[in-house]
T-cell receptor, first 114, second 112 residues
Framework: AQSVTQPDIHITVSEGASLELRCNYS??????LFWYVQSPGQGLQLLLK??????LVQGIKGFEAEFKRSQSSFNLRKPSVHWSDAAEYFC????????????FGTGTRLKVLA | EAGVTQFPSHSVIEKGQTVTLRCDPI?????LYWYRRVMGKEIKFLLH????????ESGMPNNRFLAERTGGTYSTLKVQPAELEDSGVYFC??????????FGQGTRLTVV
């Protein structure tokens, strides 16, 4: 069955520190991969997406993610975290074959210490 | 350009009552989706419209949920009668094609 796993429910980092949020997926083929962020009181905002080509993708707000087919992973990274990055982050795959359905992970809530 | 808009942002209702959530997609987007996040769990697909037609409603929990998209513009999701387990955040999204969906801010539903 298709699934997305975000093993870290909560992560706390200090401002200025580097960040890596983990995402693993299970799918029969290479899906489209996404990272979304939800800040308090806001909707889901797309950070970046991978469809094909270069496995290192750049997104908004200084985020990047690397697709590793051998590990079925799509980890999100940022070299230096800002206090405004505190939010919940969701990894997703989709659309799945024959449908427009997305499958999301359970989310990782990021706390940033001043 | 306006994004996906959802009303209300919060709703608190008693068990057994009816609630209707509304979603206004981005203008011109034929595809409209409803998703739901129950507290602490993943965001789960409910259904997908193409214009006014339901393409996939495999994620709808049960027949207490009714989604409509008359005229292919805005959509409503009605829960009748609401149960405690229906509490969660309901997200709407729209897309022009199958490459990226744009999400609204969600409606937080609390059933007490």
């Amino acid at each position: 069955a298709q699934s997305v796993t975000q093993p870290d429910i909560h992560i706390t980092v200090s401002e200025g520190a580097s960040l890596e949020l983990r995402c693993n997926y299970s799918y029969g083929a290479t899906p489209y991969l996404f990272w979304y962020v939800q800040s308090p009181g806001q909707g889901l905002q797309l950070l970046l997406k991978y469809f094909s080509g270069d496995t290192l993708v750049q997104g908004i707000k200084g985020f990047e993610a690397e697709f590793k087919r051998s590990q079925s992973s799509f980890n999100l990274r940022k070299p230096s975290v800002h206090w405004s990055d505190a939010a919940e982050y969701f990894c997703a795959v989709g659309p799945l074959s024959g449908t427009y359905k997305y499958i999301f992970g359970t989310g990782t809530r990021l706390k940033v210490l001043a | 350009e306006a994004g996906v808009t959802q009303f209300p942002s919060h709703s608190v209702i008693e068990k057994g009552q009816t609630v209707t959530l509304r979603c206004d997609p981005i203008s011109g987007h034929d595809n409209l989706y409803w998703y739901r996040r129950v507290m602490g769990k993943e965001i789960k697909f409910l259904l997908h419209f193409v214009k006014e037609s339901k393409q996939d409603e495999s994620g709808m929990p049960n027949n207490r949920f009714l989604a409509e998209r008359t005229g292919g513009t805005y959509s409503t999701l009605k829960v009748q009668p609401a149960e405690l387990e229906d509490s969660g955040v309901y997200f709407c999204a729209s897309s022009q094609d199958n490459t990226e969906a744009f999400f609204g801010q969600g409606t937080r539903l609390t059933v007490v």
